[in-house]
């Protein structure tokens, strides 16, 4: 680990920020532990420890875009999951298993990778759910790729509180982290919150995924569909839309999976 999260407020708690954001994210955002003594005021104290004071306020700035966008979409997501029945029925009506699924959520990068291949689907609006699935990928993401050796320099398992031991501020202290690999050094120091998270919507057009079996979708075809709902969708939404799409697409005829993702 790059050093050690857990207990990071050790007079209260021994969950670590990890464990909390997590938490919130997801148990908490499904109905359970509604008396968490977890709040947002104990995860910023907890960015601000040990990822870097000003990352958390950028986090919730961030969030407060999203979620206004994602408020916007929610009322149309029925009407717009409509047009994408109608657009894709040619394909769909040949196989009882094909369908298109519409989703609205938030689109982002995972290290090292220039292309949006993530994608978080977001059901129930909750800006406190968006901020800790933000922060936890980036914790997720700066402690990916350096497994095969421990990359700060002491085996002192205790807890750094100094501001040189932040995330944030590990390229610029690289003799504390000797086996920190520069795909990370890069990934930290050209973080950038705003583009590193999109609202968007994704489209899905393929079998269930409880399915066991895959069918053949023409691409060309799909993309004629797709053209016709992007159509649709601009007059809908009236905001401004970048269509991405697999680059494998391009090279094949068909293909079981035809992902779209519509950021804005």
Do not use: W
């Not at 990352?55 to 966008?69: G, N, P, Q, T």
């Amino acid at each position: 680990m790059i050093k050690r999260f857990e207990n990071f407020d050790s007079e209260t708690d021994e969950s670590g920020l990890n464990y909390i954001v997590n938490y919130i994210q997801n148990v908490r955002d499904m109905g359970y532990g509604r008396k968490t003594p977890y709040s947002m005021d104990y995860v910023k104290l907890g960015c601000d420890r040990f990822i870097g004071e000003g990352f958390y306020e950028k986090v919730v700035k961030r969030s407060e875009y999203i979620v206004e966008i994602l408020n916007y979409l929610k009322p149309k997501m029925d009407l717009l999951q409509g047009f994408v029945d109608i657009k894709f029925t040619d394909i769909t009506k040949r196989d009882e298993d094909l369908g298109a699924t519409l989703s609205m959520g938030v689109s982002n990068k995972s290290k090292g990778s220039r292309s949006y291949n993530g994608f978080q689907y977001i059901r129930n609006v909750k800006q406190d759910k968006i901020i800790c699935y933000m922060i936890a990928d980036f914790m997720y993401n700066t402690n990916s790729g350096t497994h095969t050796k421990i990359i700060r320099n002491t085996e002192v398992t205790t807890i750094f509180t100094e501001p040189k031991y932040n995330i944030l501020n590990m390229p610029y202290n690289k003799d504390l982290y000797p086996n920190l690999n520069q795909e990370t050094i890069d990934y930290i120091k050209n973080y950038d919150i705003d583009k590193e998270f999109i609202p968007a919507v994704r489209l899905d057009v393929g079998v269930d995924n409880n399915s066991f079996r895959r069918v053949n979708m023409d691409i060309k075809e799909c993309n004629e569909a797709l053209e016709a709902f992007v159509k649709v969708y601009k007059a809908m939404v009236k905001k401004e839309t970048v269509v991405i799409q697999r680059d494998s697409l391009e090279y094949h005829k068909t293909t079981t999976e035809y992902t779209t993702i519509l950021h804005l």
